[in-house]
C-alpha cells in the first residue's frame, strides 16, 4: 500500500471504469486497511471522501465510526 489511491485511479480522472457498487466497496476497504495499518490521517482523507461520494451508502454508519476513530488516533479531538 505504498500509493493506496492510486488503486482507486482507475474510478477517479473523468470517466469512470469502475461500477458504482465497486467504487463504493473499494474506497470501502481501503480505508478501512489504512486504518487498520495505522495510516489514520490518510484513512480520514478516504473515510470523508467516502462520505462525500456514497452519502446514502448502507455504509455510512460503519465510515462515520471509523472516521471518527481516525481523527481522534490523530489528536483531533473537536471534528472526531
Known sequence: LGAPRGALTSKRGGAS????????????????????????????DLFDEFLTEFPRSELVASVSFF???S???????KRA
Do not use: M, N, W
Open 17 to 44: 471504469t469502475l461500477p458504482a457498487d465497486v467504487a463504493e466497496q473499494s474506497t470501502y476497504r481501503l480505508a478501512v486497511c489504512l486504518f487498520e495499518l495505522g495510516r489514520f490521517a490518510e484513512a480520514t
Open 67 to 69: 472516521c471518527g476513530e
Open 71 to 77: 481523527l481522534f488516533k490523530i489528536d483531533q479531538h
